[in-house]
Nanobody, 115 residues
Framework: AQVVESGGGLVQTGGSLRLSCTAS????????MAWFRQGPGKEREFVAS????????YYADSVKGRFTISRDIAKNTVYLQMNNLRPEDTALYYC?????????WGQGTQVTVSS
């Protein structure tokens, strides 16, 4: 099984990006899907997650109101819509799939926000 991210890039402050993460080799609707990020010189941190069982979503305080996580079951894909981006959002963004101890990480997609 694997998850593969895409959609990163360079954007100006206040701009938007949509990240995608496509899963294969796993039963997508069983897994909690999440986004994490790691900025320069920082620890990896939680950004957002989506629990398919009940549709619950969770966000880090730093992104609430600006980022939205969503899931397309037909495409085995989870998205992270990022609006009103800030320089401090610059990071390598990772997708994670987790279900009862089965844990998969992608290679990451770089997001750079210029001031």
């Amino acid at each position: 099984a694997q998850v593969v991210e895409s959609g990163g890039g360079l954007v100006q402050t206040g701009g938007s990006l949509r990240l995608s993460c496509t899963a294969s080799g796993l039963t997508f609707n069983q897994y909690t899907m999440a986004w994490f990020r790691q900025g320069p010189g920082k620890e990896r941190e939680f950004v957002a997650s989506h629990v398919h069982k009940d549709g619950s979503t969770y966000y880090a305080d730093s992104v609430k109101g600006r980022f939205t996580i969503s899931r397309d079951i037909a495409k085995n894909t989870v998205y992270l819509q990022m609006n009103n981006l800030r320089p401090e959002d610059t990071a390598l963004y990772y997708c994670n799939a987790n279900f009862r101890g089965d844990d998969y990480w992608g290679q990451g997609t770089q997001v750079t926000v210029s001031s």
